[in-house]
């Protein structure tokens, strides 16, 4: 016969140490930004507020953004300034501010290049089975966060982890963002957070590509009115980490206009999802 648990999640046995900020399960841990370097003056915007969120909130804090896109639903998409320019914004950003970034990786021949210059690597959903892309990441001896692709079951996320803990990357996050249900659509399965977290590492839940509804017209659609109820959810299931994505003007955002929060919405987000933490695990 099966029994139900009432105890809190578990923390993670493989804690990730990210600059000041730990992800351990002993605090809300959060991971923010915009979804891409569209100039140094918006990731200096958005960093500076998010850093005085979590600060206030107590929360560990990563910022995050991307350098380039490599996912677009057209030819005709924003996909970032590029390797160097947008590198070199985020290097200059991580200095000046003292926040640790986190970017993703495209390709192996990449990674020792953007290692230099953030905390964390980000392998994307699709590329989540890409086993040299694994190795090269976890070759750097930096964290690295797997989204879990659309069309993975939470369980085999397992063989990604030890694609990376092979090639020497002992920290690893792993990220749920939604599974492919039908067409244009996406669904969490709150089983993916306690699933996931067997492996020991901390688990995310994507508050905001959850959200997105792929392929749906010439940019991906989504539905953010969504977010919070959704990451009260994922905060309750078991997630140890809050993975968001916001724009000081989503509706201007040159990449997921739909599913950035607005930067001024994230304090009360945060604060509500910090107040389901407490519920569940007991305040910090």
């Not at 590329?127 to 976890?138: H, I, K, P, V």
């Not at 940019?219 to 916001?246: D, K, M, S, W, Y």
Request: aromatic content about 4%; some cysteine.
């Amino acid at each position: 016969m099966s029994t139900i648990s009432v105890d809190a999640p578990a923390s993670p046995t493989h804690p990730v140490q990210i600059g000041s900020a730990r992800f351990d399960g002993s605090a809300m841990a959060v991971i923010a930004g915009p979804c891409v370097v569209e100039d140094a003056g918006l990731v200096r915007e958005v960093a500076s507020e998010l850093i005085s969120v979590t600060r206030d909130l107590g929360l560990p804090f990563v910022f995050k953004a991307s350098y380039a896109k490599d996912n677009r639903s057209s030819a005709g998409s924003f996909r970032g300034l590029g390797l160097e320019e947008g590198l070199e914004i985020l290097g200059k950003l991580r200095a000046e501010l003292g926040v640790p970034v986190l970017t993703d990786v495209h390709s192996a021949v990449e990674v020792p290049h953007v290692a230099e210059q953030v905390d964390v690597l980000q392998i994307p959903a699709f590329l989540c089975r890409q086993t040299s892309l694994l190795e090269a990441a976890g070759a750097t001896g930096l964290p690295v966060n797997i989204k879990k692709g659309q069309f993975m079951a939470p369980g085999d996320m397992l063989r990604a982890v030890e694609k990376v803990r092979a090639a020497g990357g002992e920290q690893v996050l792993l990220t749920e963002r939604g599974v492919s249900f039908g067409y244009h659509n996406l669904v969490v399965d709150m089983r993916s957070f306690p699933i996931m977290a067997r492996t020991g590492c901390p688990v995310v839940h994507d508050v905001t590509h959850s959200l997105q509804l792929p392929g749906s017209g010439e940019q991906t659609g989504g539905e953010r009115e969504f977010a919070l109820p959704l990451a009260r959810a994922a905060v309750a299931a078991g997630a140890h980490a809050l993975f968001v994505e916001t724009h000081p003007q989503p509706e201007r955002a040159l990449s997921d206009a739909t599913t950035q929060l607005p930067l001024a919405s994230v304090r009360a987000v945060l604060t509500s999802l910090k107040t389901v933490w407490n519920a569940v695990r007991g305040p910090a």
